[in-house]
Each structure stands twice: as structure tokens, then as C-alpha cells.
């Protein structure tokens, strides 16, 4: 459009300059077919060259080569698919992983992962998508399989990721969809709306003591976040001491005996959406000892807020916050 309108402005001027006016050519300067510019020379130089292609540095420091424009997108992790979504691109989704759900919109979109998160690698080359977007924990052997395909390979995350690398994450998929500026303003959105609830939480000296529950399928040794691990960012900063903070492993699996012994204050249930509430917290052999419990200090959060390092994750540090500091809303 751009490109006519150009044109059109440049046809409409000529057409409108008579040619025996004196101010259509100076004197002593005839204006020669051979000197005159043509519309083909205004174009060239008002309008910069469009890419074709671009060169990625993504989550997992890899380069990739992207070619443009990125209209068929594949999405292997639910964050990414809200990235994506979030920068307007949800007609360029064209199949996602089996647990991405997020915006409701989304849901009808074919699944290219099964429930182990296996890819079909047929469904893939079928869909023929521009790029697809793979997970900080897509196996290497997965990314290699569909490069092989033919298909440029974007790793967005990591398993390990912070708040300042999710809006890394956010701006290098902007950058593949030509929507650098979207990605800035999120960002900075983001950044300036997390900061916000920071500086809020850090006016309170309390820092209750916390357990959060991953997964609790063998009640005697759930799964919980340590030191490493992206919600340990969120409880600090949303004013809670983890319980767990000194082990090394970022998500270990805990035996009842050290929860016992650490006594935390609150139990948040991140496994909330599986069916686990607090009275059947509550009502596991050995529980009611810890302190949370006893003091009805277990919440259920939910988990897609919490554990996706994407757009909502600011949404996800407010919950946690209003679970440890209800006093702060």
C-alpha cells in the first residue's frame, strides 16, 4: 500500500505542474526526460528495502536464521504460545503444544505434541510452519529431528529462567514477527508493573516461611522449588522465605520428615489444579504438625499464573503476594 500511495502522490504532483510554468524548470536548466526522475527512482529511494531474512541469537545462544515475513508459527510450550498471543499474533498460530490453553482462543488450534510431550514430527511437516518455537526443555535431538525438516528452530526459555529473562524472551519473539516495538512497550509494561509490587513488598520486614507444593503424588515426598528455579524468584520478591532455598536442586523431591523440621508458616498449592485443596492437605498422615496447616495457612494458586515464564507473570507475583501479604492489596 505504502508502495502505491507513493506512486500515486508522485503521478498526482506531475500532473498538476504545468508544463510551460516557469517554476517547473529554472532557466538555463532544461528538465530533460533523461534528468527528470522517474517514479521507479522516488520509490527506491524512499522506501528502505524489505528483509528477507534475519539472523537470531535465541534462549539457548544459539543463531538461527529466520526468513521473512514469519506468518506459520508452531509453539511447543504454553509460555511461548502466550508470548506470541500477547504480541498479536494469534492468526499466525497455526498448532501448539498439548498443554498450551491460554488465551480460550487457542484451544481449537491442532495439537503437536502428545501427552508426554513427544512431537509428531509428520504433523509438523504437514502444517509446514515458517518457524517453530521450542522450549528451554525441548530435548536436543527434538530441535535437530525438525531442523532436519527444513524448519528454523527458535529456543524460547529456559528451565531456569528469570523475570529479566522472560522479557528477553519476549522481545527475541517480537523480533522473529516483526514486532519489535510491541515487544518493547510489553516489556516495559511489565517491568514497570513488577517493580511497582517490588517496591510495595519491600515497605514489610515479614517474610513468612514457605512451602510450595509442584506435585504431590506420593504425599510423603512431593516435589517442591528450590534455589534455582524461576518461582523461587517469584516468593523473593514477593516477601517469602523458601523453605527449601539451601538444597541444589532446582525443582528436588522432600520427604515429610523436612517439611516437618522446617515448619513453614504457608503452603502454596501449585498442584491446586490437579484437584489437590487444603483439606486434603490437611487430612494427610503426618500434617498436622506443620504449623501451616494447624493455622488453615495452605492456599491453592494457580499454577498456569505462576509457573509460565510469560506476559502473565506479573499476574503471578500479585497472587503470591496477596497470599503472603493480604495486608498489601
Given at each position: 500500500m505504502k508502495h502505491i500511495l507513493l506512486l500515486a502522490a508522485f503521478v498526482f504532483a506531475a500532473c498538476g505542474t504545468p508544463s510551460a510554468s516557469p517554476m517547473a524548470a529554472p532557466t538555463g536548466t532544461p528538465l530533460t526526460e533523461a534528468s527528470a526522475p522517474t517514479a521507479t527512482d522516488v520509490l527506491a529511494t524512499a522506501t528502505p528495502a524489505l528483509k528477507t531474512e534475519i539472523t537470531l541469537t535465541d534462549s539457548a545462544g544459539r543463531s538461527v536464521v529466520v526468513k521473512l515475513p514469519v506468518n506459520r508459527i508452531v509453539s511447543l510450550a504454553p509460555s511461548t504460545t502466550?508470548?506470541?498471543?500477547?504480541?498479536?499474533g494469534l492468526d499466525r498460530l497455526i498448532a501448539i503444544d498439548m498443554y498450551s490453553d491460554y488465551p480460550p482462543e487457542v484451544s481449537a488450534l491442532p495439537k503437536i505434541t502428545n501427552p508426554d510431550m513427544s512431537v509428531d514430527y509428520e504433523q509438523i511437516t504437514a502444517s509446514a510452519p515458517d518457524v517453530v518455537f521450542a522450549a528451554g526443555i525441548t530435548a536436543p535431538d527434538v530441535i535437530t529431528a525438525i531442523e532436519k525438516l527444513g524448519i528454523s528452530v527458535i529456543v524460547v526459555g529456559?528451565?531456569?529462567?528469570?523475570?529479566?529473562a522472560v522479557l528477553t524472551d519476549?522481545?527475541?519473539v517480537g523480533a522473529a514477527l516483526e514486532r519489535d516495538t510491541e515487544a518493547q512497550v510489553l516489556t516495559e509494561t511489565m517491568q514497570t508493573e513488577w517493580q511497582a509490587l517490588a517496591d510495595r513488598v519491600a515497605k514489610t520486614?515479614?517474610?513468612p516461611t514457605v512451602f510450595w507444593e509442584?506435585?504431590?503424588?506420593?504425599p510423603s515426598k512431593p516435589y517442591t522449588v528450590g534455589p534455582d528455579s524461576f518461582v523461587a524468584e517469584?516468593?523473593?520478591?514477593?516477601?517469602g522465605t523458601n523453605i527449601f532455598a539451601d538444597v541444589t536442586d532446582a525443582y528436588p523431591q522432600v520427604s515429610l520428615e523436612q517439611i516437618v523440621a522446617k515448619a513453614p508458616d504457608t503452603i502454596i498449592l501449585a498442584d491446586s489444579i490437579w484437584g489437590v485443596t487444603p483439606e486434603a492437605v490437611a487430612a494427610r498422615a503426618g500434617w498436622e504438625s506443620i504449623p501451616a496447616v494447624q493455622n488453615q495457612r495452605v492456599f491453592p494458586i494457580d499454577d498456569n499464573v505462576v509457573s509460565r515464564?510469560?506476559?502473565?507473570?506479573?499476574?503471578?507475583?500479585?497472587?503470591?503476594?496477596?497470599i503472603l501479604h493480604p495486608e498489601l492489596k
Open positions: 502466550e508470548i506470541v498471543v500477547a504480541l498479536d529456559s528451565p531456569n529462567a528469570t523475570f529479566a519476549i522481545r527475541l520486614t515479614d517474610r509442584l506435585d504431590a503424588t506420593d517469584l516468593l523473593q520478591v514477593a516477601g515464564p510469560g506476559p502473565r507473570i506479573v499476574q503471578g507475583l500479585q497472587a503470591v503476594i496477596s
